[in-house]
C-alpha cells in the first residue's frame, strides 16, 4: 500500500459526459502528479501541484482540469468525454519539501475510466 | 527536464543479474536519476534515485556514471516477479515518464 488512496477505481459512462476523480495524498506529502495512461501505452504526464498551487503541466487537454485543495487532496475533472479518453488515470504524491528539491513519489492503484 | 534512452526490452534468466540500461546525456547538475517500475497495469512503484553517488537498496542498486550521462539499474537476482516495464527519469521538478524498458524474467 503506498499510502495515496485514487477513487473511484472504476467509472463506466457515456460520451459527452463529465467526472472528477480523486486522490488523497500520502500523509505530509504537499506535491500531487496526474497520469493518463491509455491502453498498452506508456504514462503521460498531465498536471504537477505544489502546496495547492499548480507547478507543471503536461499534455492535458482543455477538456481536462484539476485542482489542489487546502486539506491537500486533488480531483481530475475530465469533461466532454470522448471515446479516445478511455484509460487509466494515476496520481502520485510526493514530499517536495523545498522549491527545486524533489523525493520519490508514491503511486496511487489508478481509475479505470470507460467511456462507452 | 532531461530526456531519457531506455532499450524497448529486455530478456533476463531467472537468478541472473538484470542490468538496465538508461541514457540521459542532457542531465543537469540538480537533476535526479529516479527509477520506477510498472508491472502489469498496477500503479508504478518507486525503485531507488541517485544524484552522483552510486546507491543501493533492499530492491536494486543504481550505477551513475562520473559524468552523469547515463545509469544502470542493477537487480541482483532477478525472480519471475520483477517481470515489468521499467523508467529511467530524471527530473528537478515534474516527473515524465518515457517508454521504459519491458523487462522479462524467464524461468
Known amino acids: 500500500d503506498s499510502g495515496v488512496t485514487q477513487t473511484p477505481k472504476h467509472l463506466i459512462t457515456a460520451t459527452g459526459q463529465r467526472v472528477t476523480l480523486r486522490c488523497s495524498p500520502r500523509s505530509g506529502d504537499l506535491s500531487v502528479y496526474w497520469y493518463q495512461q491509455s491502453l498498452d501505452q506508456g504514462l503521460q504526464f498531465l498536471i504537477q501541484?505544489?502546496?495547492?498551487?499548480?507547478?507543471a503541466k503536461g499534455n492535458i487537454l482543455e477538456r481536462f482540469s484539476a485542482q489542489q485543495f487546502p486539506d491537500l487532496h486533488s480531483e481530475l475533472n475530465l469533461s466532454s468525454l470522448e471515446l479516445g479518453d478511455s484509460a487509466l488515470y494515476f496520481c502520485?504524491?510526493?514530499?517536495?519539501?523545498?522549491?527545486?528539491?524533489?523525493?520519490?513519489?508514491?503511486f496511487g492503484q489508478g481509475t479505470r475510466l470507460t467511456v462507452v | 527536464d532531461a530526456k531519457t534512452t531506455q532499450p524497448p526490452s529486455m530478456d533476463c534468466a531467472e537468478g541472473r543479474a538484470a542490468n538496465l540500461p538508461c541514457n540521459h546525456s542532457?542531465?543537469?547538475?540538480?537533476?535526479?536519476v529516479y527509477w520506477y517500475r510498472q508491472i502489469h497495469s498496477q500503479g508504478p512503484q518507486y525503485i531507488i534515485h541517485g544524484l552522483k553517488n552510486n546507491e543501493t537498496n533492499e530492491m536494486a542498486s543504481l550505477i551513475i556514471t562520473e559524468d552523469r550521462k547515463s545509469s544502470t539499474l542493477i537487480l541482483p537476482h532477478a525472480t519471475l516477479r520483477d517481470t515489468a516495464v521499467y523508467y529511467c527519469?530524471?527530473?528537478?521538478?515534474?516527473?515524465?515518464f518515457g517508454a521504459g524498458t519491458r523487462l522479462t524474467v524467464k524461468p
Open positions: 501541484y505544489y502546496n495547492g498551487e499548480e507547478r
Open positions: 542532457t542531465i543537469s547538475g540538480n537533476e535526479y
Open positions: 527519469i530524471v527530473s528537478r521538478n515534474d516527473m515524465r
Open positions: 502520485a504524491s510526493s514530499v517536495d519539501p523545498a522549491q527545486g528539491v524533489n523525493t520519490e513519489a508514491f
